[in-house]
């Protein structure tokens, strides 16, 4: 008798050469495998610790400078140069300085495809379940056995299935979508579990905005999390994998997203959401558009729409890193850049610098930020004195123009802009 088995089952069953279940460990070998200059130096040296000499396949590594980009300090930029001595010796993929996000370059440079397992030495890494494939973030020590073997044991994840009913109402983002799931399932909702986001409400969504779903997977404490890939459009052919109709799964949520509002993440916990409607009037300090979750070209977009034309407020500073330089140089041949400059942001090279506060936009203390990113920790963008707030790039560019959070369909009302964000 067949069982049937989750997504997460199936990739994984044909990784390990067998059929597997939901708490069973399982060897599996990896598609590929990827570290920041968050994480490469230390799963360099325990790469070498363990005797390694080369890589066990260097056209399925990848290595990212992306954490602190530029070089902040002379600390940051041994860091660099050790990665870059160690890529001239031992080969691979590597993206130094202004390149891109991680992330957002093993999606672009076609590094990860459907039904790949891929690990990566970064808490994000199951982004790649846009993608439909099994990604999962690993420490550095994890990471430098898969570069020395091609391969990791994992214990095969139980898996909680979201199904989204109706379609998102006009003007509502991926972000608003995610934004809610994490305050209905709290930080730790899914904690070494899988993730399918399924339902009608995903199929028209493009591969950036399942991109940000996937993304935030990582702040229910989930393993991985896979959106359906009904209607998922990618530059290549490749074969879908579904669930079976009997599949087991641990939860079943169901959510009606057809009335969905803004959503908006209040200081300390990207859990704590409230509609955006309840913050409304809060006045900013300082808005960020970039990051993993959303900073690609629509995201850019979407920013453009409301700042067109206008100036942000002169309390406000409004700081933009893309998602890479493809994306930057897309928003440069078609205008936005200089729509977003004019408007008074400020362009920084692509990369994490102010999400994770290691440099290049630390708040002061008692500021308040309002940020695209994907964490609102007490002292998540480098000063525990600061309070983040966590929206789409719609609501940050909003804020930004209005000096305080406005739900920024109000400032469209009466303009000829079309306002789809999806």
């Given at each position: 008798?067949?069982v049937?088995?989750?997504?997460?089952e199936?990739i994984i069953s044909?990784?390990?050469?067998?059929?597997?279940?939901?708490?069973?460990?399982?060897i599996v070998a990896?598609d590929?495998?990827?570290a920041?200059d968050?994480?490469?130096?230390?799963?360099?040296?325990?790469?070498?610790q363990?005797?390694?000499?080369?890589?066990?396949?260097?056209?399925?590594?990848?290595?990212?400078i992306?954490h602190a980009s530029p070089?902040?300090n002379?600390?940051?930029?041994?860091?660099?140069?050790l990665m870059?001595d160690?890529?001239?010796?031992m080969?691979?993929?590597?993206?130094?300085v202004?390149?891109g996000?991680?992330?957002?370059l093993?999606?672009e440079?076609?590094?990860?495809?459907?039904?790949?397992?891929?690990?990566?030495?970064d808490s994000?890494?199951?982004?790649y379940?846009?993608?439909?494939?099994?990604?999962?973030?690993v420490?550095?020590?994890?990471?430098?056995?898969?570069l020395?073997?091609?391969k990791?044991?994992?214990?095969?994840?139980?898996?909680?299935?979201i199904?989204?009913?109706?379609?998102?109402?006009?003007?509502?983002?991926?972000k608003?979508?995610?934004?809610?799931?994490?305050g209905q399932?709290?930080?730790s909702?899914a904690?070494?579990k899988?993730?399918?986001?399924?339902g009608?409400?995903?199929h028209?969504?493009?591969?950036?905005?399942?991109?940000?779903?996937?993304?935030?997977?990582?702040?229910?404490?989930?393993?991985?999390?896979l959106?359906?890939?009904t209607?998922?459009e990618?530059?290549?052919?490749?074969t879908?994998?579904?669930?079976?109709?009997d599949?087991?799964?641990?939860?079943?949520?169901?959510?009606?997203?057809?009335?969905?509002?803004?959503?908006?993440?209040?200081?300390h916990?990207?859990d704590?959401?409230r509609?955006?409607a309840?913050?409304t009037?809060?006045?900013?300090?300082q808005?960020?558009i970039?990051?993993?979750?959303?900073s690609?070209?629509?995201?850019?977009h979407?920013?453009a729409r409301?700042?067109?034309?206008?100036h942000?407020?002169?309390?406000?500073?409004?700081?933009?890193?893309?998602?890479?330089k493809?994306v930057?140089?897309?928003?440069l041949?078609?205008?936005?850049?200089?729509?977003l400059?004019?408007?008074?942001?400020?362009?920084?090279?692509?990369g994490?610098?102010?999400?994770?506060?290691?440099?290049?936009?630390?708040?002061a203390d008692g500021?308040?930020i309002?940020?695209?990113t994907?964490?609102?920790?007490?002292?998540r963008?480098?000063n525990?004195?600061?309070?983040?707030?966590?929206g789409?790039?719609?609501?940050?560019?909003?804020a930004?123009l209005?000096g305080?959070?406005?739900?920024?369909?109000?400032?469209?009302?009466?303009?000829d802009?079309?306002w789809e964000?999806?």
């Amino acid at each position: 008798m067949t069982v049937p088995q989750t997504i997460s089952e199936k990739i994984i069953s044909r990784h390990a050469g067998y059929k597997v279940a939901a708490g069973e460990i399982a060897i599996v070998a990896v598609d590929g495998a990827m570290a920041t200059d968050a994480t490469a130096p230390f799963a360099i040296k325990a790469f070498e610790q363990m005797g390694g000499t080369q890589l066990w396949s260097p056209q399925h590594v990848a290595l990212v400078i992306d954490h602190a980009s530029p070089a902040p300090n002379e600390r940051i930029g041994n860091l660099h140069k050790l990665m870059r001595d160690f890529q001239h010796k031992m080969g691979g993929h590597f993206y130094d300085v202004g390149e891109g996000i991680c992330h957002q370059l093993m999606v672009e440079n076609e590094h990860v495809k459907p039904g790949d397992v891929f690990v990566g030495a970064d808490s994000h890494t199951p982004t790649y379940g846009a993608l439909n494939a099994f990604a999962v973030g690993v420490g550095s020590t994890d990471l430098a056995a898969v570069l020395l073997t091609g391969k990791i044991w994992l214990k095969v994840p139980e898996t909680i299935k979201i199904e989204l009913i109706g379609r998102l109402p006009r003007g509502i983002t991926a972000k608003d979508l995610i934004l809610f799931l994490v305050g209905q399932l709290s930080i730790s909702g899914a904690t070494y579990k899988a993730i399918e986001y399924s339902g009608a409400a995903l199929h028209e969504l493009t591969l950036a905005s399942r991109m940000t779903i996937a993304n935030m997977s990582a702040e229910m404490g989930a393993k991985t999390g896979l959106v359906d890939p009904t209607g998922l459009e990618l530059p290549y052919s490749f074969t879908p994998t579904f669930p079976d109709v009997d599949a087991q799964y641990s939860d079943v949520f169901q959510f009606d997203v057809s009335q969905l509002q803004p959503q908006i993440a209040i200081p300390h916990s990207p859990d704590h959401i409230r509609p955006l409607a309840e913050v409304t009037g809060k006045r900013i300090d300082q808005a960020f558009i970039g990051s993993c979750t959303n900073s690609r070209l629509e995201d850019l977009h979407m920013a453009a729409r409301i700042l067109q034309g206008h100036h942000i407020d002169a309390r406000v500073r409004l700081i933009i890193a893309p998602a890479s330089k493809r994306v930057f140089n897309d928003a440069l041949r078609d205008g936005t850049i200089q729509t977003l400059s004019e408007a008074g942001a400020t362009v920084i090279p692509s990369g994490c610098g102010p999400c994770v506060g290691t440099h290049q936009g630390i708040p002061a203390d008692g500021e308040v930020i309002i940020s695209s990113t994907n964490r609102n920790f007490q002292g998540r963008m480098g000063n525990p004195r600061a309070q983040i707030y966590l929206g789409s790039p719609a609501v940050v560019a909003a804020a930004a123009l209005h000096g305080e959070i406005i739900n920024p369909a109000i400032l469209l009302e009466e303009t000829d802009v079309e306002w789809e964000l999806l």
